[in-house]
Each structure stands twice: as structure tokens, then as C-alpha cells.
């Protein structure tokens, strides 16, 4: 019992060392934006937005990663947050072991992160799939407002004004960053790898080239419309070609895990003989890792066929 509450009181200080550091972090980032506004004289919104962009600046890649995956879901979250919660993640797995034992504390982590990760990723997946529906009606908005002798960062702006949820917050941001003095195409295409979205890398060159040598910006992106509208037309028949072998696909993956609960519920002693010999575990765990193994390339194999 003594042992349990030093790792306890060990996990508290711990907790409560990374927490001053993320703040000394956060004050010395806010005194650094404080500086330079006050320098060039901005008000409270550019201070405000100035922050949020310093904030996107993450230089760690691991924690860059994880917030790229955040951001992708419409999260508009600092990385100062998400290292709290990694922290409060990386606490929990002590604790984890602790209550409930080796095996099934690192099982139980396992799982949650796993299923941390299809949850964001599937929320990701679904509003990308909405922006790139809404990009051909906000591109043809884009375009009436260049057609009046706007630039093409006000045209992008005023477009976002009108356009709906989720692409309108998307552009705001990137205006917002150009009015800030960023370069539009710089912006478009770290918005378009943080979101994953190969239009917007499109629209950054095109915009770069605009820059450079000139040319029409509206048959670029009428192009760009109709490439994305062929391009879904051919995405929804290759889903409808292929719906019988994603089934197959889904199945074969899901038969070996129904069996496995099946024997379970039917003789529960059957994997504790197996887990109890040496040569058993070891069966037990080239099995998982076949498993495992299988769903994976049957996941990329399906995710294949969706890819552009």
C-alpha cells in the first residue's frame, strides 16, 4: 500500500511539473505577441488573431502531428491544450497499471487510444468529404466576386462571408492570416496540408503563378470546379463498383474477433489453459499480430479505392 501511494504522490508531482512548464510556455508566448503588437501598434483583434497563428507554429512533430489531426476535425484548438491533454494521457497510464494490473491496464490503454484515434479520424474523414463537396459552389462564388476587380484573397474573403458550415470558418482563418500580412498561396497550402485538402495546394500554385507571371484566375478555378465534380462522379462509381469486395473485405475481418468471443462465452477456460503455457502465449500473440496485421492491409486496400 505504501508503494501505491508513492507512485500516487510521484504522479501528482509529476502532473503538477508539466502543468507550470506548459504555462511558462503560454506566458512566455504571450509576452513575445504582447511585444510585437505593441511594436507595430495593432489593436486587440490582430493581437487576438496574431496569437492564434503564432500558436499554429508548432515545431515539436509529434505534437504537430497530433494537432493536424485535431485541427482536421473542425477543432479549433491551441497546442498548448493539446499538450495538456497528452499529459493528463500519459499521467493516466501509471494509474492505469497500477489499479488494474500489468496486462489489463496496458490492454485497456491500448484500446482507448486506438479508439481515440478512429473517432477523430472518421470525424476528420466526414468534414473533409463536406468541404470538398461545398468547394465548387464557394469556388463559383470566388469567381462572381473577381469577376467585379476584387483581388483574389478579398474574393476568397467575401466569399467565406456567405458560405456554410464547415468551409466557412476554414477560409475565414486563411483570410485572416493574409490580413496579417502572410503570402495567400504560403497560407493555402499549409492549409491545404493540415487538412489534407488537395484543391486548396492546387489553388496555392495557381495562386503563386498568378503572382508571379500574371494570367486569369477565374479559368483556373472554373477548371478546378470541374476537375472536383468529375472527380466525385468518378469516386461514386468506383464506391459502387467495389461495395461487394469492401463488404467481403469487412467481413473476413470481423469473423476471426466474433469467433474469438464466441469460444469465450462458451468455454472461458479455453485461452486460460492456452495463456498458462509458454508455447500457448506465444501461439496467442503470433495469432493477435496476424490479425492485426490482416486489418491493416485490408484497411489500406479499402482506403486505396477512396484515394484520389
Known amino acids: 500500500m505504501s508503494l501505491a501511494i508513492v507512485l500516487l504522490l510521484a504522479v501528482l508531482l509529476l ?12 506566458r512566455e508566448q ?31 512533430p509529434a505534437l504537430r502531428w497530433i494537432c493536424h489531426l485535431v485541427w482536421r476535425t473542425g477543432v479549433d484548438m491551441q497546442p498548448s491544450t493539446v499538450l495538456r491533454i497528452l499529459i493528463g494521457v500519459a499521467l493516466f497510464v501509471p ?7 500489468a496486462l489489463a491496464g496496458l490492454a485497456l490503454i491500448v484500446l482507448a487510444l486506438v479508439v481515440g484515434w478512429l473517432l477523430l479520424t472518421q470525424k476528420a474523414v466526414r468534414r473533409r468529404a463536406k468541404i ?9 462564388s470566388t469567381i462572381r466576386v473577381l469577376a467585379a476587380g476584387n483581388t483574389l484573397d478579398e474574393a476568397l474573403a467575401s466569399a467565406a462571408r456567405e458560405a456554410p458550415e464547415p468551409i466557412k470558418p476554414l477560409f475565414i482563418s486563411i483570410s485572416r ?3 496579417l500580412g502572410a503570402p495567400l498561396e504560403a497560407v493555402l497550402m499549409d492549409a491545404g ?28 478555378l472554373r477548371s478546378l470546379i470541374d476537375g472536383i465534380r468529375m472527380r466525385e462522379n468518378a469516386a ?26 464466441f469460444m469465450v462465452w462458451r468455454n472461458p477456460a479455453y485461452y486460460a489453459q492456452m495463456w498458462a503455457d509458454s508455447s500457448g502465449r506465444m501461439l496467442l500473440a503470433g495469432t493477435i499480430g496476424l490479425q492485426v496485421a490482416g486489418m491493416v492491409i485490408i484497411w489500406r486496400m479499402m482506403k486505396s479505392t477512396e484515394d484520389g
Open 15 to 26: 502532473a503538477g511539473a508539466a502543468f507550470l512548464v506548459v504555462r511558462a510556455g503560454e
Open 30 to 60: 504571450q509576452e513575445d505577441v504582447g511585444l510585437r503588437m505593441r511594436v507595430l501598434g495593432g489593436h486587440d483583434e490582430s493581437v487576438a488573431a496574431l496569437s492564434l497563428d503564432e500558436a499554429q507554429a508548432v515545431h515539436n
Open 95 to 101: 494509474l492505469a497499471l497500477l489499479v488494474f494490473g
Open 132 to 140: 470538398v463537396g461545398q468547394l465548387p459552389p464557394f469556388l463559383e
Open 177 to 179: 492570416r493574409v490580413r
Open 193 to 220: 496540408e493540415i487538412h489534407q485538402l488537395r484543391d486548396l495546394k492546387i489553388m496555392a500554385l495557381a495562386a503563386s503563378i498568378n503572382r508571379k507571371f500574371g494570367g486569369s484566375m477565374r479559368n483556373v
Open 236 to 261: 461514386r462509381e468506383l464506391r459502387a463498383l467495389t461495395a461487394e469486395t469492401r463488404f467481403s473485405a469487412m467481413v473476413l475481418a470481423i469473423i476471426p474477433i466474433a469467433i474469438m468471443f
